[in-house]
C-alpha cells in the first residue's frame, strides 16, 4: 500500500524568506510520481510541481522546487522568497506508475506567510 | 485553456435526498477522476474514468454513489440517497499525460 505523510500541520514563514514542506512517501513500486498542489482557502486545488521517481533532476516551476531524494523517500517543496499570496494549504500526493493513475494525498500543511 | 468546469458550486439536500454534479473536463483530456474531500482532509479518489471506461471505482460506496462518462467527455456523479457523512466537496480533475487538474469543487452539505 503507499502512504504520503506530512508531518507539519502548519508552518509560519516570513515574507521573501524561504519555506520547505516536508513530504515523505511509502511505496515499493520504482515507478512513481510526487505531486504538490495549492488549496487556498477558496478552495480550488492548484498543480504546483510534479516530479517522477525517474527524473534524474529535481523539478523547478518558478519559486516552487522539489528536493526530491529518492533513497530517503522523501519529496519536499520548497517556496523560494515567498508571498503573502502563497498563504494556503499544501498537499502532498503521490501516484503509482505515472501522472495519470490515483493520486493519493497526505493530510496538508498549513503554510501562514507573515508580513 | 479553459479549465474544468464544475457545476452546482454549492449545493445543500437534506438526508435521503438525491443529488448529482456535473463536470466537463479540459478538452482533449482523456482521463477523468472525481475526488471527495472531507474538511480537514486530503481528497480521496472515488472513480477514474479513461475516456468513457472505469479503471478504478474501489472506493466508490456503490450502494448510494453512482458515476457515468458516457460519451467520453462530461461526466456526472450522483448520490441516492445522500447521507450526514456524505457532507464533503466534490473535485473533479483530468489528466492527459501529466498533472491532474482540478475543477472548482461542488460542496455538499447533508443536514
Known amino acids: 500500500a503507499q502512504k504520503i505523510t506530512q508531518t507539519q500541520p502548519g508552518m509560519f514563514v516570513q515574507e521573501k524568506e524561504a519555506v520547505t514542506l516536508d513530504c515523505t512517501y511509502d511505496?515499493?513500486?520504482?515507478?512513481?510520481?510526487l505531486f504538490w498542489y495549492k488549496q487556498p482557502s477558496s478552495g480550488e486545488m492548484i498543480f504546483l510541481i510534479y516530479?517522477?521517481?525517474?527524473?534524474?533532476q529535481n523539478a523547478t516551476e518558478g519559486r516552487y522546487s522539489l528536493n526530491f531524494q529518492k533513497a530517503r523517500k522523501s519529496a519536499n517543496l520548497v517556496i523560494s522568497a515567498s508571498q503573502l499570496g502563497d498563504s494556503a494549504m499544501y498537499f502532498c500526493?503521490?501516484?503509482?506508475?505515472?501522472?495519470?493513475?490515483?493520486?493519493?494525498f497526505g493530510t496538508g500543511t498549513l503554510l501562514a506567510v507573515q508580513p | 485553456e479553459a479549465g474544468v468546469a464544475q457545476s452546482p458550486r454549492y449545493k445543500i439536500i437534506e438526508k435521503r435526498q438525491s443529488v448529482a454534479f456535473w463536470c466537463n473536463p479540459i478538452?482533449?483530456?482523456?482521463?477523468l477522476y472525481w475526488y471527495q474531500q472531507i474538511l480537514g482532509q486530503g481528497p480521496k479518489l472515488l472513480i477514474q474514468?479513461?475516456?468513457?471506461?472505469?479503471?478504478?471505482d474501489s472506493q466508490l460506496p456503490k450502494d448510494r454513489f453512482s458515476a457515468e462518462r458516457l460519451k467520453g467527455v462530461d461526466s456526472t456523479l450522483k448520490i441516492q440517497p445522500a447521507k450526514l457523512e456524505d457532507s464533503a466537496v466534490y473535485l473533479c480533475?483530468?489528466?492527459?499525460?501529466?498533472?491532474?487538474?482540478f475543477g472548482p469543487g461542488t460542496r455538499l452539505t447533508v443536514l
Open positions: 480533475a483530468s489528466s492527459l499525460n501529466s498533472g491532474q487538474y
Open positions: 516530479q517522477g521517481s525517474y527524473d534524474q
Open positions: 478538452s482533449g483530456h482523456a482521463t
Open positions: 511505496t515499493s513500486d520504482p515507478s512513481y510520481g
Open positions: 474514468f479513461q475516456n468513457n471506461g472505469v479503471v478504478d
Open positions: 500526493a503521490g501516484a503509482h506508475g505515472g501522472a495519470t493513475n490515483k493520486l493519493i
